[in-house]
């Protein structure tokens, strides 16, 4: 169950909000080493979860097992004021073109060792559904370069922003990934799981196992 | 022109290439000017994979013929250093500092001097991986390897894509294969089958003799590319011939 939530719905679920802001730090301070980022509190936050900003979020059985933030490109984002160096022309823009930043799987949610578990395939389902719905088809993501293969690999249409760099101990390429509906009834076919995954209004309480 | 500009030109070329054949060409056609002029490129066996499944793991190949042999006929995938660096590091990374980090096994330098029979004496490995986890590796190589940093970001980026587009072509390749034609009989004994029916039985309720009933069974098996009836049922109700 995937639930897409604006900053301010966000912000009106307490337990929510500092569920992803949480694991984002859990993720990218402490296991990817993101020092910029780290905070006394040990809640990662940014000068981009603004009032534009959308953020997915996966709950497995009334825990956050998955996240993911959609930054519009009509305004500053990561790779206009933070990652510029990853561009080499002019960064794309539009209405039909957002942003996929802070993908995050929990710890507990990684099946398999080095494959993509069931909650990030379903990240991918649903920022494809979320787009399609409202006119975007396409997604700038700055990510390892064997996430170029899987894109392509699920018929992603993908071309690359500018050369990958090193940061820390990690390879980032910035890629924009254009998608249509056969790219989701591709997602859909490899997740074996054909019905929607985005879902109206909130997730239940937290912490809350909802018999299934 | 730019360098990024030929960048995107050459991948826009990979991305419509239409068979492994061209991808190999139009890959090599921008990495043979920095001394690269061979290519293997494929998801890495197991250890221990058996000799005769190792060529399976190919995608792409414009390597010299002779040296593919060699490497399959003499194991090598399990004492490649290049290819066991690569497991560990997960980053692009040049041949000669994997052979470096290998000077204790013995078995790695006689696959390091061997390559240098076959003019390939350096070069590029770029390690992925796939949706599944599944490690691929895209391998250039050459007499001697010169290029600039963006120039290498040029060709990781090619060979990310090269391989991608392998794999596309590979899926379609593989989904033509995948159709498998099931004559009636065979599924009707596969049903019968499925129900714990000995070859007697069906051959019975069928109105077939025993031998007949068997035969169906051994035909639909290795249609279906099982190793025995209880894999046979099940890929055939996993694939919806049975329920």
């Known amino acids: 169950m995937l639930f897409a939530?604006?900053?301010?719905?966000?912000?009106?679920?307490?337990?929510?909000?500092?569920?992803?802001?949480?694991?984002?730090?859990?993720?990218?301070?402490?296991?990817?080493?993101?020092?910029?980022?780290?905070?006394?509190?040990?809640?990662?936050?940014?000068?981009?979860?603004?009032?534009?900003?959308?953020?997915?979020?996966?709950?497995?059985?009334?825990?956050?097992?998955?996240?993911?933030?959609?930054l519009p490109t009509t305004r500053p984002h990561l790779l206009t004021d933070v990652l510029s160096d990853l561009c080499e022309g002019p960064s794309p823009s539009g209405p039909n073109v957002w942003e996929l930043t802070r993908y995050a799987v929990a710890p507990g949610f990684r099946d398999g060792k080095r494959g993509v578990s069931t909650v990030g395939t379903e990240l991918i389902a649903g920022f494809v559904e979320w787009g399609l719905k409202r006119n975007v088809n396409q997604v700038i993501i700055e990510f390892e370069p064997m996430w170029v293969l899987r894109a392509l690999q699920l018929h992603f249409l993908a071309t690359p922003l500018g050369y990958q760099r090193t940061y820390g101990n990690q390879q980032v390429v910035a890629t924009l990934l254009t998608f249509t509906e056969h790219t989701l009834d591709v997602v859909r076919a490899r997740r074996n799981h054909h019905l929607p995954v985005l879902n109206r209004g909130y997730p239940g309480l937290l912490g809350l196992k909802q018999a299934s | 022109m730019g360098l990024f500009d030929r960048t995107l030109?050459?991948?826009?070329?990979?991305?419509?290439?239409?068979?492994?054949?061209?991808?190999?060409?139009?890959?090599?056609?921008?990495?043979?000017?920095?001394?690269?002029?061979?290519?293997?490129?494929?998801?890495?066996?197991?250890?221990?994979?058996?000799?005769?499944?190792?060529?399976?793991?190919?995608?792409?190949?414009?390597?010299?013929?002779?040296?593919?042999?060699?490497?399959?006929?003499?194991?090598?995938?399990?004492?490649?250093?290049?290819?066991?660096h690569m497991k560990q590091l997960q980053a692009p990374f040049q041949w000669r500092d994997a052979s470096k980090n290998a000077l204790i096994d013995k078995n790695s330098d006689e696959v390091m001097g061997d390559a240098r029979e076959f003019k390939l004496r350096d070069?590029?490995?770029?390690?992925?991986?796939?949706?599944?986890?599944?490690?691929?590796?895209?391998?250039?190589?050459?007499?001697?390897?010169?290029?600039?940093?963006?120039?290498?970001?040029?060709?990781?980026?090619?060979?990310?894509?090269?391989?991608?587009?392998?794999?596309?072509?590979h899926t379609k390749a593989d989904s033509v294969i995948d159709h498998i034609e099931l004559t009636a009989r065979e599924r009707e004994c596969l049903q019968w089958a499925a129900v714990g029916k000995s070859e007697w039985e069906i051959s019975q309720i069928l109105g077939i003799s025993e031998h007949t009933s068997e035969k169906h069974l051994l035909n639909a098996k290795s249609k279906l590319g099982a190793a025995n009836r209880v894999q046979a049922v099940a890929e055939a109700i996993r694939r919806g011939y049975i329920s």
């Not at chain 2, 060409?25 to 043979?32: A, D, F, V, Y």
């Open chain 2, 9 to 84: 030109e050459y991948i826009d070329q990979l991305q419509h290439a239409g068979t492994a054949a061209a991808v190999c060409e139009r890959l090599l056609g921008i990495t043979s000017s920095f001394g690269l002029t061979a290519l293997m490129a494929g998801t890495v066996p197991q250890p221990g994979t058996p000799r005769g499944r190792q060529k399976q793991h190919v995608m792409l190949c414009d390597w010299p013929g002779e040296w593919l042999e060699r490497y399959v006929a003499r194991n090598y995938v399990d004492h490649d250093p290049v290819v066991s």
């Open chain 1, 5 to 70: 939530l604006t900053t301010q719905e966000l912000m009106e679920r307490p337990d929510l909000w500092e569920a992803v802001h949480r694991l984002r730090y859990k993720i990218f301070v402490e296991e990817m080493g993101w020092t910029d980022l780290d905070r006394p509190d040990q809640l990662e936050i940014d000068q981009f979860d603004h009032d534009e900003a959308e953020h997915h979020l996966v709950i497995r059985n009334g825990e956050l097992a998955g996240y993911q933030r959609m």
């Open chain 2, 123 to 169: 070069g590029l490995a770029f390690p992925l991986v796939t949706l599944d986890g599944q490690i691929v590796m895209v391998s250039l190589g050459g007499e001697s390897v010169e290029l600039s940093d963006a120039e290498f970001g040029m060709v990781s980026l090619a060979s990310t894509y090269a391989i991608g587009r392998a794999m596309q072509l």
